[in-house]
């Protein structure tokens, strides 16, 4: 069993920046990917930005260019660098870790972007 624990969600103006974090609870087993997701009200929770242990990172269209998603293997962390955020980036964004055929999910946390 692993527990995500996020962290750095809040308010924003249009063309801000937040960084989030999300810390697991023990050390992840390789292969590994980490990242995170969102969901908006009335919509589908979707895929934001994954990485793998090895370093390979995939993104959403819609975030390429503005979010940076890393990871600190030997603090089991994650990260989303989120710049110039847009009122339509506002959801409750979920840390994921998927290892063993397995998906963890954190709470969420919520990031509110105002025009």
């Known amino acids: 069993q692993v527990q995500l624990a996020e962290s750095g969600g809040g308010l924003v103006q249009a063309g801000g920046s937040l960084e989030l974090s999300c810390a697991a609870s023990r050390r992840l087993s390789s292969p590994n990917a980490m990242g995170w997701y969102r969901q908006a009200p009335g919509k589908q929770r979707e895929l934001v930005a994954t990485i793998t242990n090895g370093g390979r990172t995939n993104y959403a269209d819609s975030v390429k260019g503005r979010f940076t998603v890393s990871r600190d293997n030997a603090k089991n962390m994650v990260f989303l660098q989120m710049n110039s955020l847009k009122p339509e980036d506002t959801a409750v964004y979920y840390c994921?870790?998927?290892?063993?055929?397995?998906?963890?999910w954190g709470q969420g946390t919520q990031v509110t972007v105002s025009s």
């Open positions: 994921n870790a998927a290892v063993n055929g397995l998906n963890y």
